[in-house]
């Protein structure tokens, strides 16, 4: 029995409670609403779902007992993994409905763009906190470099969703940093500029995706289909919702990858503007407690990277309701912690992971 209690106690402190019990309310909200989308199916995908939770949690539970001071030991090493594995992916990698993302090992088929999501701020995290009582304009510009090459290798394959989050996670590190303002603005007035040739950069569907944002009508039954029926099933649901297990729109079968991207949508339908409402609050509750890790985290290297992996749970909610809504394009973004899937899951499970290593080793070290 003391054995039991002691094993309790030893995890419990490594665990930031309420953070634990906001991604706890995120995803049992989660299962509910795949349950829901996957019921003509019966308990296959929420079976599949619940054991990517568990095994999600677990991973979990281990990086939270790490300290930070050996999770940056994983930064230049991880990173130059996932930089190999995507030149692996350009020159030997599986092709699956035209997009070269995978890369099979043998036993196991991996997609190396998402080890960049840990990787990209670990690395740049690592890379100022050696840097920081020295930090000139050079640095900027390496760190810069350092985020370019695997963005630029995920784009090509292309994936622009992973792309958009990488570059996210490496944007954030470096803002927190200190990166100027006037840079920033600089920065925003050229890619203003550059808008024109990077249109022509695009790939074709890619291209069809922003056009379908400005008018989904224009081919209602091609690239206009996800958008309008998501949005049919947003408005349906009203104030209150239609019910679970009641959606229309989605037990009729028409939301597309109602499971995955657009679980959003099935949601909405069921649980109404109410049900929406609570959601917000769970994301910004979430995102407060990452922010409150990140300004009470003791090293540089650990504001940096609460900092980061907090504000891309918040890049993952935002672009995935505004694209299910109809006023971002269609990138591939999953709702955190809510839609099916076992590497997103995985990937942002990490995140929380990282998030209450910073604040319990902070905590342990204070006692």
Not at 283 to 308: D, E
Request: with cysteine; hydrophobic share 55%; proline share 5%.
């Amino acid at each position: 029995m003391k054995l039991v209690k002691r094993a309790l106690q030893a995890i419990l402190a490594h665990l930031d409670i309420p953070l634990m019990c906001i991604v706890l309310a995120l995803m049992g909200v989660g299962l509910l609403t795949v349950f829901s989308a996957t019921s003509s199916d019966g308990f296959q995908k929420l079976d599949k779902q619940v054991i990517n939770m568990a095994v999600s949690f677990l991973v979990m539970l281990a990086i939270a007992r790490t300290p930070p001071q050996s999770l940056m030991r994983f930064a230049v090493p991880l990173y130059l993994l996932g930089v190999v594995l995507l030149l692996g992916v350009a020159l030997f990698g599986i092709v699956v409905n035209g997009s070269r993302r995978w890369l099979s090992l043998g036993f196991v088929r991996i997609q190396p763009s998402e080890i960049m999501k840990v990787a990209m701020p670990l690395m740049l995290a690592w890379y100022f906190q050696k840097h920081e009582s020295m930090l000139r304009a050079k640095h900027f510009v390496a760190a810069a470099l350092i985020l370019a090459v695997p963005v630029l290798l995920i784009l090509r394959q292309p994936d622009l969703g992973t792309s958009l989050l990488v570059s996210a996670a490496g944007f954030f590190v470096i803002f927190f940093a200190g990166l100027p303002w006037k840079v920033m603005f600089g920065l925003a007035a050229a890619g203003g500029a550059a808008l024109p040739f990077a249109w022509n950069m695009l790939h074709d569907y890619q291209r069809r995706r922003v056009m379908t944002l400005i008018d989904p009508t224009s081919d209602p039954l091609g690239a206009g289909y996800h958008i309008i029926q998501s949005t049919i099933a947003i408005g349906s649901g009203g104030g209150l919702g239609k019910g679970w297990l009641k959606g229309s729109q989605t037990h009729l079968e028409f939301i597309p990858e109602k499971h995955t991207d657009f679980i959003f949508a099935v949601f909405s339908e069921e649980w109404g503007l109410l049900g929406n409402g609570i959601l917000l609050v769970l994301f910004t509750l979430l995102i407060g407690r990452g922010l409150m890790i990140a300004a009470a985290a003791p090293t540089l290297f650990s504001r940096l990277l609460a900092g980061s992996i907090t504000l891309v749970f918040f890049i993952y909610a935002f672009v995935n309701m505004g694209m299910v809504s109809g006023i971002l394009p269609v990138v591939g973004v999953p709702l955190p912690f809510i839609s099916y899937g076992g590497t997103a899951l995985l990937t942002l499970m990490l995140g929380v992971g990282i998030l209450m290593s910073i604040q319990t080793h902070r905590m342990l070290v204070k006692k």
